[in-house]
């Protein structure tokens, strides 16, 4: 079985430029989530998706930052303009509940740089 | 509000000892998971071990034990006979209430397995 694939594995850009990522969970787990997570902190939830519709993006700065999962598998995740504070690895996880468990299954993630 | 923490910033251990790796955690949800992944320095977060809030059992899953102490609010992962391939950041994460609930992770502990 595949696993969650997520491209690309780096980017660097400048600030104030744009940047967008690309998420193809593993396959029949209806929900997919982003995370961030900044160099020595554990990773942050920024959106969850249950098929095709937003759950919890409580956490997502959604004046720089959007998500669409348009068909209910892969997803692309935007940064339009992106700041230096941006500069994080950015993970994408699926899961599938099953019974009492739900467990998240992670991507590779992207290793942005912002200079 | 959910909250995890792990005091331990690094950990030493040479190969073939066992390791205890600490979490305490924080909730006001009766029934909750707790999950341990692992993060080698390629970045992709690997999924360990996995306790429900009602299992009675402490969870097994071949060299890794998840050492639960309901009252004491813990969830201590421990490795047995640590093997070099094991250094690498250590996080414990804990879920809430079922259905669209959402991972809060801690800050890692990093540990480091010598010959």
């Known amino acids: 079985e595949a696993g969650v694939a997520q491209s690309p594995r780096y980017k660097i850009i400048e600030k104030r430029q744009s940047v967008a990522f690309w998420c193809n969970p593993i396959?029949?787990?209806?929900?997919l989530y982003w995370y961030q997570q900044i160099l020595g902190q554990g990773p942050k939830l920024l959106i969850q998706?249950?098929?095709?519709?937003?759950?919890?993006d409580s956490q997502l700065p959604k004046d720089r930052f959007s998500a669409e999962r348009l068909k209910g598998v892969d997803s692309t995740l935007k940064i339009q303009p992106a700041k230096l504070e941006d500069s994080a690895v950015y993970l994408c996880?699926?899961?599938?509940?099953?019974?009492?468990?739900?467990?998240?299954?992670f991507g590779p993630g992207t290793r942005l740089t912002v200079l | 509000a959910q909250k995890i923490t792990q005091t331990q910033p690094g950990m030493f251990v040479q190969e073939k000892e066992a390791v205890t790796l600490d979490c305490t955690y924080d909730?006001?949800?009766?029934?909750?998971?707790l999950f341990w992944y692992k993060q080698p320095s390629s970045g992709e977060m690997i999924f360990l071990i996995y306790q429900g809030s009602y299992d009675q059992q402490n969870a097994t899953e071949g060299r890794y034990s998840l050492n639960f102490q309901k009252a004491r609010k813990s969830a201590n992962l421990v490795i047995s006979a640590s093997q070099l391939g094991d250094s690498a950041m250590y996080f414990c994460?804990?879920?809430?209430?079922?259905?669209?609930?959402?991972?809060?992770f801690g800050k890692g502990t990093m540990l480091l397995v010598s010959p």
């Open positions: 996880a699926s899961s599938q509940r099953q019974g009492d468990t739900d467990t998240q299954y």
């Open positions: 909730t006001s949800d009766p029934s909750y998971g």
């Open positions: 396959s029949g787990h209806a929900t």
């Open positions: 998706f249950q098929n095709n519709g937003v759950v919890d």
């Open positions: 994460a804990m879920r809430g209430r079922r259905g669209y609930s959402t991972l809060t």
